[in-house]
Nanobody, 128 residues
Framework: QVQLVESGGGLVQAGGSLRLSCVAS????????MGWFRQAPGKEREFVAH????????TYADSVKGRFTISKDNAKNTVYLQMNSLTPEDMAVYYC?????????????????????WGQGTQVTVSS
């Protein structure tokens, strides 16, 4: 298991930006494919973005494509989510998670069962 700690959430006006960070414990971060999810009140946790272990490949939910960017710094054991042009629909608790598979694949990356370690989440609030 890897320990994940998110930060960077907060209150922002519509149209604004935030950058979320997720720091992972352990020395194997460079071998991990990672994902970001979010959960709004009364809704199921939904996929936001996924990145390969090297950071070279990434996949986004249609709802954030062109606005959000996922990146990975293996030297800092950190995965980021840059969020631009935020809207009230983006308001949620954001979670990072470890893809449990020892290989890269875009299959099933939208499913929570693909991930076996989760952070505690960071709240993003967008005012209109």
């Amino acid at each position: 298991q890897v320990q994940l700690v998110e930060s960077g959430g907060g209150l922002v006006q519509a149209g604004g930006s935030l950058r979320l960070s997720c720091v992972a414990s352990g020395r194997t971060f460079s071998s991990l494919n990672m994902g970001w999810f979010r959960q709004a009140p009364g809704k199921e946790r939904e996929f936001v973005a996924h990145i390969s272990r090297s950071g070279a490949s990434n996949t986004y939910a249609d709802s954030v494509k062109g606005r959000f960017t996922i990146s990975k710094d293996n030297a800092k054991n950190t995965v980021y989510l840059q969020m631009n042009s935020l809207t009230p629909e983006d308001m949620a608790v954001y979670y990072c998670a470890r893809d449990k598979r020892p290989y890269y694949s875009t299959s099933y990356i939208t499913e929570t069962a693909t991930y076996d370690s989760w952070g505690q989440g960071t709240q993003v609030t967008v005012s209109s």
